[in-house]
């Protein structure tokens, strides 16, 4: 996982010490050696000197001396030797412990990284993986023999490799980015920074990757209910404001029409009414949605039988599908599926909802089927077609209070759907392509204590 020292640079030193060791001990035997050979020479010298004449043995004694000072050499020879040895002991042991702490070290570096929830990558100069923990493997789907490849190799659908490129060792702050893989739809974070020696010069890049998948979708959800309560009391309070004028309206007009009834009126006048009552019927309908999204602060909890709830919508609209020539295929699990507590008519709400929003996408035909299965802690409902699907640049507004794409309605009708949901501790959430849309609705099993009130 994590770059080493090379077995191979480590047998190196080891073989030089081991050699100078040796050395230092043939040096020392020679010497050694010579200084038998220097006594033995000193005996025959001092033989020589009792057996020669008196005006001779000043001479040989000058040899002697040199002799003995040749072996005072040796014996400071023998102590260096001996010195040098047990400093090449003492050299041995000492790389020995600071191999064994580098290899702790390196051990404690790899098992922290390895337990870290953040992917973490190394890259030296030219975008070599130097290093790359369990994480970063998980996330990317990767192994570990990208080591020594460039990190272009770590993931074809992120480029990770252009995201380092950009990195300016002069910025004052990490450079951050967002990848989403529509492989596993997670959302990852990244951020590179330098990569430094000891001595602070820069040998590569630290890449940093983190899951913010969870954390972005709560983000969105805190970020809607916000929306949601303010929209709610605005709501309020235009339907207040609006409600009494338009009732007055309306019976002006009703008052106007009786009138007219009396005599003879042009068709022009005739038309002109028609408009302001269409008008009128159409802001009282915006009026109704304003309502409904400003009433849903309690629930009517009971216990609900999913399975029975979705059939009976599928029922309800199966009778226009057939008109538009769509194919409605409901696919609800055979193992028997939990009862939730929730309100039932709210649920139904959501539901028929996501089903006439479906048949809309696909008013020239095609094909609805909805999903129903229970996982470990959830039950999820998936309504899948096969319209033209949502354009990508419109994905973030889809459960927006008055965003539609359709020419009618008030484009309340998801933003409800969703503020239900949450109301219910689930989630609601969608994916689409050029070959239609899937809404997925999850309902939690266990959330009974926690409903809103």
Known sequence: MFRVQSPGTGNVYRLSIAGLLLLSLAALAITIWTMVDFSRQQDVVEGLIRNLPIDSAETAQGLAIHLEWRFRLSILVVLNLIATGFALLLLSRAYRSSQESLRNIKA??????????????TTNDEGVVTSINDRATELLDTNNNCLDQHVSVLSTELALDQFMCEWNPDAAVPLTRDFHSSANGKILRASCNTLSNFSG?????????????????MEERMRRMERYMGLGSLAVGLHHEIRNPLAALSLHVQLLEEKLEESQVSDELQTMLSVIKSEMARIGGVLEGFRDFASMDNLKCEEV??????????????????????????????????????DLIRLEQVLLNLLVNAMQAMPHGGELVITLFATSDAIQIEISDT???????????????????KSEGTGLGLAICDKIVQQHNGNLDF?????????????PIQHTSTLAE
């Open 305 to 342: 039988d999913i399975a029975k709830l979705v059939q009976r919508q599928v029922d309800l609209a199966l009778p226009q599908a057939r008109r538009q020539g769509i194919t409605v295929r409901c696919e609800i699990s055979d193992s028997p599926l939990p009862k939730l507590m929730g």
């Open 387 to 405: 319209g033209n699907g949502i354009p990508e640049n419109l994905h973030d507004r889809v459960f927006d209070a008055y965003f539609s794409t």
């Open 108 to 121: 404690l570096a790899a098992d922290i990284l390895s337990s870290m929830d953040q992917a973490v990558i």
């Open 201 to 217: 010069k820069a040998i590569g890049r630290v890449l940093q990757l983190r899951d913010v998948t969870d954390r972005v979708l």
């Open 431 to 443: 994916c689409s392509s050029k070959d239609g849309t899937t809404f997925v609705m999850s309902l």
